[in-house]
């Protein structure tokens, strides 16, 4: 099933607003985890019209809905939403600068298999964060 209609069943029973598909078109163009903040900061270079509170609203109601992934970054203490695209994402973080380096293969598979094998868990999904210095950040830290 495609990611398009993966989101239109699970908001059946919903409003279908121009913010919602707007938000959830916004979460497509980005690569890693999104802040609020940079959600709001691409409507304003999109030029179209939004406040952070109708932000906040739709990306709680879209995660409950399980269209949108939630995640707390330890270092920074904020939120980040991406799409559910029903495929597992791994990311290294800078502890420094805190970019977001998307990590293109998974590590955990095996994991997974064993996991499921050993002890009858179905797995739904999984997060993998590895934290670190960037390159760039790891030249400027004191040795």
């Excluded at 398009?4 to 690569?31: M, S, V, W």
């Excluded at 991406?82 to 973080?93: A, Q, S």
Aim: charged share 30%; with cysteine.
């Amino acid at each position: 099933m495609n990611t398009d209609k993966l989101y239109k069943n699970a908001l059946k029973g919903c409003r279908n607003t121009k913010h919602r598909q707007e938000i959830i078109e916004t979460l497509k163009l980005f690569e890693v985890p999104a802040t609020a903040e940079d959600i709001y900061a691409m409507f304003k270079y999109l030029k179209s019209s939004i406040s952070m509170s109708t932000i906040y609203r739709n990306l709680e109601m879209l995660t409950d809905k399980g269209i949108v992934i939630k995640t707390i970054m330890m270092d920074d203490n904020k939120a980040r939403y991406e799409l559910n695209r029903e495929v597992d994402k791994h990311y290294i973080i800078c502890v420094k600068c805190n970019k977001i380096f998307p990590i293109d293969h998974c590590p955990i598979d095996k994991i997974d298999k064993n996991l499921l094998n050993s002890t009858g868990f179905e797995i739904t999904g999984h997060k993998f964060e590895i934290y670190g210095y960037c390159p760039d950040c790891k030249k400027q830290k004191p040795e």
